[in-house]
Each structure stands twice: as C-alpha cells, then as structure tokens.
C-alpha cells in the first residue's frame, strides 16, 4: 500500500475526541482507520441500495427461477 502525505485543517474538538478514543494510534493511523470507516459505509450502502431491487417484485410472485417464498417455507420446514 502506497502512503500520501496529507496536511490538512480538521475540527480541532473532533480530532481531541478521536485521540482519547484510539490513545494507542498515532494520528496517520487515526485517519486510516477514519477513512476506510467512511469506505466501508460507502460500500455498506451501495450493497443495500442493490437489494433494492428485491423490492421491485413480490417474494411470492414466480420468476424464472421459481416462487422464493415458497422455497423459503419449504427450507424452513426441513
């Protein structure tokens, strides 16, 4: 993994708060840890907006591949 200076003005409270959080980590790493958060819950949502998709038909409703609810009751009673 490649590192890139960062110089940057933050919340002067915000950063306080962070340190007392994460005493163990130095700031570079506080930022890491920042950023792959902001990542993973960029990421979080985009995997939630393509379930999205699911809405678009009943679970009931047969498709190509058969009706999901009844395959979800039939696995369930196994």
Do not use: C
Not at 17 to 31: F, G, M, P, T
Not at 52 to 75: K, M, Q, T
């Amino acid at each position: 993994m490649s590192r890139v200076r960062v110089s940057t003005t933050v919340d002067g409270d915000l950063l306080q708060s962070a340190r007392r959080l994460r005493k163990d980590v130095n700031d570079a790493n506080l930022l890491d840890e920042a950023l792959g958060a902001l990542v993973a819950i960029h990421r979080a949502g985009e995997i939630d907006a393509a379930y999205g998709a699911y809405d678009d038909s009943p679970i009931d409703e047969a498709d190509e591949w058969g009706n999901l609810n009844a395959f979800r009751v039939r696995a369930a009673s196994s």
